[in-house]
Nanobody, 124 residues
Framework: QVQLVESGGGLVQAGGSLRVSCAAS????????MGWFRQAPGKEREFVAV????????SYGDSVKGRFTISRDNAKNLMYLQMNSLKPEDTAVYYC?????????????????WGQGTRVTVSS
């Protein structure tokens, strides 16, 4: 079965950087679109970023564009989210997600699989 395990969350000061990772198993990783969502306390879940099978197509939520970078290593079944210039409003639980549907011109991403999440706290 598909398993997604996030790591790398923690406490960081505003303006700092953090990288969260997702280790995937139970799937042919290079044939899955991967992405990140987040949920802040008391708020709805929010799309953060998505990356296509080969990594050639990425897309970001407006609130993180220019600050966050999504990447993947298909040889290691790993996905990353590099977060720079962090703000207190980035505080949330970050979820690794996956879906078999290829990410393309439609720019639709509705993941079938979700990890348990890793908490990121940005202090002011």
């Amino acid at each position: 079965q598909v398993q997604l395990v996030e790591s790398g969350g923690g406490l960081v000061q505003a303006g700092g950087s953090l990288r969260v990772s997702c280790a995937a198993s139970g799937l042919i990783f290079s044939r899955y679109t991967m992405g990140w969502f987040r949920q802040a306390p008391g708020k709805e879940r929010e799309f953060v970023a998505v990356i296509s099978w080969g990594g050639g197509i990425t897309s970001y939520g407006d609130s993180v564009k220019g600050r966050f970078t999504i990447s993947r290593d298909n040889a290691k079944n790993l996905m990353y989210l590099q977060m720079n210039s962090l703000k207190p409003e980035d505080t949330a639980v970050y979820y690794c997600t996956a879906d078999q549907a290829p990410y393309g011109s439609s720019r639709n991403y509705a993941p079938s699989y979700w990890g348990q999440g890793t908490r990121v706290t940005v202090s002011s």
